[in-house]
């Protein structure tokens, strides 16, 4: 089955108002921002957001926080996003910070039908015991929404927590390859999420950079199986950011 797009506005077309969506990437790399630039323009809003991190100011994820389409967080890190923090702080938005290796998990789970499952992490903190702020009221300060506390089960003589998978409407997915049945290749960092993701979402977009036929990608070089993506759609590949430039001086520079 053919399953490339002609645009990324099609691909992202049928998202509504309010969905929960898996978006892959990990700090900057393999950040589907294709599919997030067509969403911005499809003027989508009210969506409950599962990713790592969310973006930056002005790339990413952060286009869409920017423009108060994003209702809901569920991250790990949320770090160098000015706007995250207001609206985060004013009431405006709704987060739940997760520890990554859960937040992957879950991710995981989602994608392989398991319903939840228990973890060490957490325990004896604010995450089992509940009471983290998930929302603020309108204008900070007071808690509207708190975490609530999470089961706790004692195996072999440690506690843990039990966590609940996540499943998606939709997933939206950066590939440095794939092939016209959606099979997938990621490079390097981009792999840490993006597959996790796919796997989760009820309906996977892939946006790559290089779309090939299919045969072309050797069996053992899959990364993501085609039969987790239901749409594929050539990614802007001039639209891809370095969130760390670090340069450093010749051997002969340092010694003089």
Not at 34 to 43: F, K, M
Not at 84 to 90: D, K, P
Not at 213 to 226: Q, R
């Amino acid at each position: 089955m053919d399953k490339v797009l002609d645009s990324p506005a099609r691909a992202v077309g049928d998202i509504p108002d309010g969905a929960v969506l898996a978006v892959g990437g990990f700090g900057l790399c393999g950040i589907p921002s294709t599919l997030i630039g067509a969403l911005v323009d499809a003027g989508t809003t009210g969506l409950q957001v599962v990713s790592n991190n969310c973006g930056v100011d002005d790339w990413g994820l952060g286009l869409l926080l920017r423009a108060g389409r994003i209702a809901r967080m569920t991250s790990s890190y949320v770090g160098e996003n000015k706007e995250f923090a207001r609206q985060y702080l004013n009431g405006e938005l709704e987060v739940e910070l997760t520890p990554q290796g859960t937040l992957a998990e879950r991710l995981r789970a989602g994608g392989a039908g398991i319903p939840a499952f228990y973890t060490p992490a957490g325990t004896g903190t604010q995450v089992e015991e509940g009471g983290l702020p998930w929302r603020y009221a309108p204008g900070g300060g007071a808690v509207a929404v708190a975490s609530p506390p999470k089961e706790v089960r004692e195996f072999g003589g440690r506690r843990y927590l039990l966590e609940e998978a996540i499943v998606a409407d939709f997933a939206l997915v950066r590939a440095e390859i794939a092939d016209r049945h959606g099979n997938c290749v990621f490079h390097a960092a981009a792999r840490n999420f993006n597959p996790l993701c796919a796997a989760a979402g009820r309906t996977t977009i892939v946006e790559a950079d290089r779309i090939v036929e299919p045969g072309e990608i050797p069996p053992d070089a899959v990364h993501l199986p085609g039969v987790h993506v239901d749409r594929v759609v050539a990614a802007d590949p001039a639209d891809r950011r370095i969130e760390r430039r670090t340069v450093s001086l010749p051997a002969a520079s340092k010694e003089s």
